[in-house]
């Protein structure tokens, strides 16, 4: 079968990893995990892995790239991704003190998160067909951390690990429930939210195991053909009859009001937040160079009106769209705002992974800013230091 490409979702498939795994001389360990099977409804068999394998190249390089959202992943088909993913075994120790709080874990989840529904052709299964929900994080392997920490707060699924990527997997029914019951009592503020109800429908018929009668499969392929960018071409010429649920909708009142907590901004922007240090070349300033820092959010279009709401939220700040990019950006530029609004409540509720290290870069540039160090060549320099090293630049 050839699976079509997701639709969006809400942010980028990269992160980072955990490179003391280097320094671990612990004697090989080796754990088996049953293989847990329903009949039309498949879990990955996983086998003995030794830990030494997954002892990283002290010389590797690590390139950092922001993808927006979803639909920039450089892997389009996750059961594709899948195919060559190294499960991650490891006894080393990992901080919980700073547990995550349940609406941080829920505002990532709207930028990074997505949700799919594999359709396979089996011969096993009397209906002809395996069904296979799946909840998945994929971040660069420098935030292979802050996987591990949602791996310990859900105390289900499983990392695996691709070249410069890792991946949170969650796929057991058991798993799945867990993760449906958080996102019924912490829901989802994004356009992801409707992908999230007709994916927990589908779940449920499957608890019931109506997806081994004809009548619950095309039901669930009904749900499916909803949910990101739909049915692919095998499956809309397999099933031609079957039509597509209606999503559920939001008014836009209602996304305009989105009742944000300050932990669900924090993880939204630890999933998709972007601190950024300007340089441009000005004739207009004694230093030939103008600076301009930005807080910035990024979402696909469809989730423009929604965005707006984070004006509210913030009370400063602006929505702007790029129409040619299918894109919308949340910014906030003003030193005031960013020294007065945005850097205290990232002090009081502190990033996740690897972004925190780019907004403490980002305190030190506003703190420049404040005392105009910024027109001198002095703190020029000091301003295009911290850039080079914040996001991509970020080894």
């Known amino acids: ?175 799945l429930n867990v993760i449906i019951n958080h996102f019924e009592k912490y829901p989802l503020l994004t356009k992801k939210r409707e992908d999230f109800l007709l994916f927990a429908q589908i779940v449920s018929l499957i608890n019931k195991k109506e997806h081994l009668t004809l009548s619950g499969l095309h039901e669930i392929i009904s749900l499916k053909a909803s949910i990101n960018l739909g049915l692919s071409t095998f499956l809309k010429t397999t099933f031609p009859d079957i039509i597509p649920i209606i999503k559920p909708k939001r008014s836009d009142e209602e996304l305009l009001n989105s009742n944000i907590d300050p932990y669900w901004m924090v993880g939204f922007t630890a999933g998709e937040g972007c601190f950024s240090i300007r340089i441009t070349k000005s004739l207009k300033m004694k230093t030939g160079f103008q600076v301009q820092l930005r807080f910035n959010i990024t979402q696909h279009s469809i989730d423009k009106v929604f965005m707006k709401s984070l004006v509210n939220f913030w009370g400063c700040g602006k929505v702007y769209l790029r129409f040619r990019e299918n894109k919308v950006d949340f910014q906030i530029l003003k030193i005031k705002d960013l020294s007065d609004k945005v850097i205290p409540l990232f002090q009081s509720i502190p990033l996740q992974g690897v972004k925190s290290k780019d907004f403490a870069d980002f305190c030190k540039a506003v703190d420049i800013m404040k005392v105009k160090g910024h027109l001198t060549n002095e703190g020029l320099d000091q301003l295009k230091k911290l850039k080079m090293g914040m996001n991509r630049g970020r080894i």
């Open 1 to 175: 079968m050839i699976e079509r490409e997701m639709e969006y979702c809400g942010s980028k498939l990269i992160t980072s990893f955990l490179t003391r795994l280097t320094q671990y001389k612990a004697k090989d360990k080796f754990v088996i995990v049953k293989e847990q099977r329903a009949d039309g409804h498949r879990c990955v068999n996983w086998f003995r892995t030794s830990i030494r394998s997954l002892v990283l190249d002290r010389g590797t390089h690590l390139r950092y790239a922001l993808m927006g959202f979803e639909r920039n992943y450089q892997v389009r088909i996750p059961s594709n991704y899948l195919i060559t993913l190294k499960r991650l075994y490891s006894s080393l120790p990992i901080n919980l003190s700073d547990n995550l709080n349940p609406w941080f874990l829920t505002g990532f989840s709207d930028g990074e998160s997505n949700f799919t529904v594999r359709v396979t052709k089996s011969n096993s299964v009397k209906v002809g067909w395996v069904i296979q929900p799946a909840f998945q994080i994929g971040l660069h392997k420098k935030d292979f951390d802050l996987l591990r920490k949602i791996q310990a707060f859900w105390g289900v699924g499983e990392i695996y690990h691709k070249e410069e990527s890792c991946n949170y997997i969650v796929q057991s029914l058991k798993g």
